[in-house]
């Protein structure tokens, strides 16, 4: 009797559990020809896509970021009147709705941006000049006080964070480099770390000068996509000292691949499992081309990647993301204008093609953002 009991309490605890809901999510899509960010529902069984709005930009789309509590969205902008670039903020609605709030001023057009965790501080990196700058957010909004300025190397092409926020890494891709640096929460200064910066891979092969970087959700460990020549390098990180060593480099081409190809963009899947790469064939751009995104496996244990494939793509794959479930990818066409959507095989990691999105034109930057349930705009 007493083990029957017990059963009809843990039975009726599962009863009585709530169920778990997958939060809904939008995908924003920045469009430099239309100079807008149109979104995009996610259906989080199917992956399929419904366009439910659109805002316009002061000027030509850039990238995109989120505030650390996802309720405001930067955009970085050029093509400004009386000044060349600056960063647009949203405020951003509890059904992912965006109000353009105002535009500051930065010093230069800039490839990639990134608020830290504190919500204080937006990061740059400059990619034509070779600088990193931070500039001070107040109450979400980014302002144009610039609390730090730091001259590197020109093609300073991404700026991103480890998961504790303390530290900072840049990806330069011709001096093939990744500089690291402390972050001072207090003032936004950025401190160079020791070494300053950790040499790409082997310039003696093809894959080398990193572009984009991705840290592991769980382990010690991050990712570059390495534009020349496409290919894909693990670091090992040191989360007491901030720094990288390299572990691993991989080419991101199929072996029958012929021209010339750059890598580009990088994610790694919500359950730390697969980690992709986009190739930009660059032999003819405006060309029907041999565009692809190449995935890898990740071992849970050591972080070591094995090529799991290559999966034909939109033109020129300039950005992609992973939506928040982990089951879809999307990818978009600097030069097809298209938008490919895949569904991630869970066990293999395997891309499958399922839909095409014609967008407005030049799409730059991609990423998906949760919302409050049944609260998607009509």
């Not at 960010?37 to 995109?64: M, T």
């Not at 949203?90 to 709030?101: K, S």
């Not at 751009?285 to 090529?307: I, N, V």
């Not at 020129?316 to 089951?327: E, M, N, Y």
Request: with cysteine; proline share 6%.
């Amino acid at each position: 009797m007493k083990l029957l009991s017990l059963l009809g309490v843990s039975v009726a605890l599962v009863l009585c559990q709530p169920a778990i809901v997958q939060a809904d999510q939008l995908l924003y899509l920045a469009s430099t020809k239309d100079k807008s960010i149109v979104a995009y529902s996610v259906d989080n069984r199917s992956g399929k896509l419904q366009r439910k709005f659109q805002v316009e930009l002061p000027g030509n789309a850039g990238p995109l970021t989120f505030s650390p509590d996802k309720k405001f969205v930067y955009a970085a902008v050029t093509g400004l009147k009386g000044r060349t670039a600056g960063v647009t903020t949203f405020q951003r609605n509890a059904d992912g709705t965006l109000h353009l709030l105002a535009t500051a001023k930065i010093k230069t057009r800039t490839p990639y941006i990134r608020a830290d965790r504190s919500g204080k501080y937006l990061l740059a990196a400059h990619y034509a000049t070779g600088e990193v700058t931070v500039y001070r957010i107040v109450d979400g909004l980014c302002t144009d006080e610039m609390v730090e300025y730091l001259k590197t190397e020109k093609t300073a092409h991404c700026v991103e964070f480890d998961p504790s926020g303390k530290f900072v890494f840049v990806p330069h891709t011709s001096p093939n480099k990744v500089y690291q640096y402390r972050l001072d929460a207090k003032t936004g200064k950025l401190i160079p770390n020791d070494p300053p910066f950790v040499k790409g891979p082997d310039e003696n092969h093809n894959y080398h000068q990193p572009r984009h970087y991705a840290h592991h959700p769980t382990l010690n460990m991050a990712y570059t996509s390495n534009e020349k020549g496409g290919g894909i390098s693990a670091w090992k990180f040191d989360p007491k000292k901030g720094t990288l060593k390299l572990m691993q480099t991989l080419p991101t081409l199929p072996q029958d691949f012929t021209g010339r190809s750059a890598a580009a963009d990088i994610h790694i899947s919500p359950n730390g499992r697969f980690v992709y790469v986009s190739n930009r064939d660059v032999t003819q751009e405006r060309t029907a081309g041999k565009d692809t995104l190449a995935g890898f496996s990740l071992d849970p244990k050591t972080g070591k990647m094995t090529s799991i494939g290559h999966f034909a793509t939109t033109r020129v794959p300039r950005s992609f993301c992973i939506d928040l479930t982990g089951q879809f990818l999307y990818a978009v066409g600097q030069r097809s204008h298209k938008l490919f959507a895949y569904r991630i095989n869970q066990k293999t990691g395997k891309l499958s093609h399922f839909a095409t999105l014609e967008t407005g034109g030049v799409p730059i930057w991609v990423m998906c953002g949760e919302v409050e349930d049944n609260c998607l705009p009509k």
